[in-house]
């Protein structure tokens, strides 16, 4: 027996079998029933989603000898005779083949005769905006004087290369491209009728790669038919998809957009390696991430609206939703929609670039860093911010601009869980790096006074060099290098800054103006009865915060790179690891 491919064999028959195109359908139908047959159709609209089917079903009923209610009957000679492709009076032409203007010529000699049986004769021409332009124009002298009996069905996917003159002729109707949801439930009549079992994952993988159309939903299952044999085995699940056709599974893409959110750096290495390893297509890869970072986006919108969602609004199955409410646990929208950005950026590079593995392993990564993106998107800022505060706003004009070349950004700065100080409705974020003329919590503020008094000095200290960087950030940064010491007695509070002897820091904290400003904001900040001592002997203090910083970090660092998934990249790649990223190491 002849195998029949299964796209052509499900190729739909009458009007009862096309799926998602109800609006067409109905008024073909109630033409046809009400004898108002147009002389020209343009069907527009995506690939696989029944143009031609339709354009066929539509001749059937038009020159059906026994139809009913104005559909055909499909078992009349004329009806088998189109099914076959064997009508005369249906003659079927493909643009892309034939546009040149002999081809539109022969067409109207052709159009000038008859039909040879029956009241019309349909001419559907597919991909009709391949045609050339003086073909255009040959076609049109037919479409502005038609002999009564002819009957065009136009079909294309790219409407706006036809030109106006034409459509203005042509009754239009747009097809609508299949969701996921209608896919898999005509995929699943027809496995029910082949009698192939596929796993509901693996029906899902199948019309996910189909694109909204649902012939190519049916040949990637004649794909998967054919990879294993047709006298194999006909049950499969969702590996065998993802074996036959060589695509990504959902699990990598749920994985992949949750090492990125987990900041698992060297997961999503590993996963772009086993995809580009096993030649997957890692821009079809990339769009895939993308999908489901919209429906990502979606389900954090509904979660942060607190309105439900459905899996059959989304088009996808209960489980995907399942697994996107769980990663979407932690997320933020801003997060999502950062992570698209590069995401969509890369996916433009990755059609063309020379090395489209490493660019989408740098999107990742980047991916993994948004936090610290925006802090030094904010701290290249500065300089700018800085200039523009001049001395006329009161500044000292000695504020160094070199300190912010010579100082990192305070990477772990984050304001201690502590109450902010007045602005209690504003969100305690990290350091905004912007001169503000506004003071963020008034320093004279009695629960100030309360909680830099109750704290311990590390806890006060960083409280106190945060207020500064919201007002101040050049001199905040100066700040966050020093060694300090604080010691009390009674209620008189003694404050010691030390700096490396002969450093840049100490030259520029010694200025008159600046240790002039230090001294006030420490007053105001610990109460008036401060003192504050400028000390070039630093071993005696504590370490500054900066030093506290980079021991930290180093700690982490060691212990990130003893970590067995790091050792084992290390191993894969090669390579050695030349950042360590140190956010988010709370979560
Ligand atoms: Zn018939």
């Known amino acids: 027996m002849e195998y029949l491919a299964i796209a052509r064999k499900w190729r739909p028959q009458e009007f009862g079998d096309l799926v998602g195109q109800a609006h067409v359908v109905q008024t073909l139908k109630n033409a046809i029933r009400l004898g108002r047959v147009s002389h020209a159709y343009l069907f527009c609209g995506a690939r696989g989603v029944g143009k031609t089917s339709v354009a066929r079903i539509f001749a059937k009923s038009l020159r059906c000898t026994q139809p009913i209610d104005g559909v055909a ?30 081809a539109v010529r022969s067409l109207r000699e052709n ?29 049109l002298k037919t479409l502005e004087e038609p002999p009564p009996y002819v009957v065009f069905i136009f079909a294309t996917t790219e409407v706006q290369k036809i030109p106006q003159t034409i459509l203005s002729r042509c009754q239009r109707f747009e097809f609508r491209r299949l969701t996921q949801g209608q896919i898999v439930e005509r995929l699943n009549q027809v496995l029910t009728a ?58 990598e893409i749920r994985g992949f957009l949750s090492d990125v959110l987990g900041k698992n750096i060297p997961g999503l290495l590993t996963r772009i390696e086993t995809a580009y390893v096993s030649g997957m297509d890692l821009k079809n890869f990339a769009e895939h991430c993308l999908e489901d970072l919209r429906l990502l986006y979606l389900v954090v919108l509904a979660r942060d609206a607190r309105s439900g969602l459905s899996s059959e609004s989304l088009d996808i199955s209960p489980q995907h939703l399942i697994d996107l409410q769980k990663i979407a646990e932690h997320t933020e929208l801003v997060a999502i929609e950062r992570m698209a950005q590069i995401l969509s950026k890369t996916i433009d590079q990755l059609g063309w670039c020379a090395q489209p593995r490493f660019a989408l392993e740098m999107a990742a990564v980047r991916m993994t860093k948004l936090d610290r993106l925006e802090e030094m998107e904010s701290f290249e800022a500065l300089p700018t911010a800085a200039a523009s505060a001049g001395p006329a706003a009161g500044q000292p004009t000695a504020a160094p601009a070199p300190i912010v070349r010579h100082s990192q950004p305070p990477q772990n700065f984050r304001p201690a869980p502590t109450p902010a100080p007045t602005g209690a409705q504003r969100p305690t974020g990290p350091p905004n790096f912007s001169e503000s003329r506004e003071v963020q919590g008034d320093p004279r503020d009695p629960r100030n006074e309360m909680r830099s008094a109750s704290a311990d000095p590390q806890t006060a200290w960083k409280g106190f060099v945060e207020t500064v960087i919201k007002k101040r950030p050049l001199l905040g940064a100066l700040l966050y290098h020093a060694n300090f010491e604080i010691t009390t007695e009674g209620n008189a509070r003694t404050i010691t800054l030390a700096f490396p002897a002969g450093s840049f820091y100490e030259r520029q904290a010694s200025e008159g103006k600046n240790r002039k400003e230090i001294e006030d904001n420490l007053k105001t900040f610990f109460g008036p009865s401060t003192h504050f001592i400028l000390n070039n002997e630093p071993l005696r203090a504590r370490p500054s915060l900066e030093a506290a910083r980079m021991e930290e970090e180093k700690k982490l660092r060691d212990e990130a790179l003893s970590h067995p998934s790091v050792l084992k990249t290390k191993e894969i790649f090669q390579a050695e690891v030349i950042e360590v990223n140190l956010e988010n190491r709370d979560g």
């Open 111 to 139: 159009v000038a005769y008859g039909a040879a049986t029956g009241a019309y004769k349909i001419y559907i021409i597919d991909e009709v905006h391949m045609l050339s332009l003086s073909a255009f124009n040959a076609l």
């Open 194 to 251: 082949e009698q192939i079992t596929l796993s509901e994952e693996g029906v899902r993988l199948l019309a996910s790669h189909a694109d909204g159309s649902l012939r190519d939903g049916l040949s990637l299952l004649d794909q998967v038919l054919s990879y294993f044999g047709p006298s194999g085995n006909r049950t499969f699940d969702e590996a065998a998809v993802v074996e036959a056709l060589g695509v990504h599974g959902t699990a």
């Open 73 to 102: 009957c499909h078992k009349c000679t004329e009806c088998i005779a189109i099914a076959e492709s064997r009508s005369v009076d249906v003659v079927e032409i493909d643009g892309a083949s034939n546009n040149g203007v002999e």
